[in-house]
């Protein structure tokens, strides 16, 4: 007969093992039973969904609405500064407090739908103030962004190897993008004139991204920086 911790030899009539300590067990001895959990035929009660919260947090953005609607209506007679409140409250609204209504929000649904309803409030802003740098700057911007983040949130989600190599591309990408960002302004605000700002985080993200991938290729390394790191 062997300690099932240490592996020491024992002797038949040991109770614990004189190493380690454990009680010794003895596979033709009749094990007794433990008292169960739970009463027989009774079972702990699963509690219910409750949406109370959810509840309470949309009355509390749908009362500042109609407070602020009717102020600006009484003063002005139109809506004017009280429609970017409301767009705001109704933003936050759908990214946040929405997907808490589902037992099991998928983030590949509602990732894009807080993106589009962003394009949707720059929109207003753009049409209340005359502006004219929603197509030419906002809309590709709020566009590439929710992209590469739909697509890494859809990546994660459902592929579950290769992690660091989704997050290297997605930092690598994200690095590119610096370039055509930069682009948008100086079209939009700075009539062409290019001042080089995004080669930084160009090449910054560029790098950090391929460590990851580098990592993800070379396992010694990995298992280093997970030693070194607790990762």
């Known amino acids: 007969m062997y300690c099932i911790n240490c592996g020491v030899k024992l002797a038949d009539t040991e109770k614990t093992c004189p190493l380690c300590s454990t009680r010794v067990f003895h596979p033709d001895l009749i094990q007794g039973e433990g008292e169960p959990l739970y009463p027989q035929n009774s079972y702990p009660k699963t509690k219910k969904a409750t949406y109370l919260p959810q509840i309470l947090v949309t009355f509390a953005t749908v009362l500042p609405i109609f407070i602020v609607f009717l102020c600006?209506?009484?003063i002005n007679r139109s809506v004017t500064w009280s429609g970017y409140v409301i767009g705001a409250l109704i933003l936050s609204y759908v990214s946040i407090v929405l997907p808490s209504w589902f037992k099991k929000p998928n983030p590949v649904i509602f990732v894009p739908i807080g993106f589009a309803m962003l394009a949707v409030y720059l929109l207003y802003i753009n049409y209340k103030t005359?502006?004219?740098w929603?197509?030419?700057?906002?809309?590709?911007l709020v566009a590439g962004i929710g992209?590469?983040?739909t697509t890494l949130v859809t990546l994660v989600r459902y592929i579950k190897k290769g992690r660091l190599y989704i997050y290297g591309g997605f930092l690598i990408?994200?690095?590119a993008f610096m370039l055509l960002i930069e682009f948008l302004v100086n079209y939009t605000f700075m009539q062409g004139r290019f001042i080089g700002w995004s080669l930084y985080p160009l090449v910054s993200l560029v790098m950090l991204g391929g460590l990851l991938i580098f990592l993800a290729i070379y396992r010694p390394a990995k298992e280093i920086m997970e030693r070194k790191f607790f990762i």
Do not use: V
């Not at 929603?134 to 590709?140: E, T, W």
């Open 72 to 74: 600006d209506w009484q």
């Open 130 to 132: 005359g502006g004219h």
């Open 134 to 140: 929603f197509l030419s700057f906002a809309l590709p």
């Open 147 to 149: 992209i590469l983040i």
């Open 173 to 175: 990408s994200l690095g």
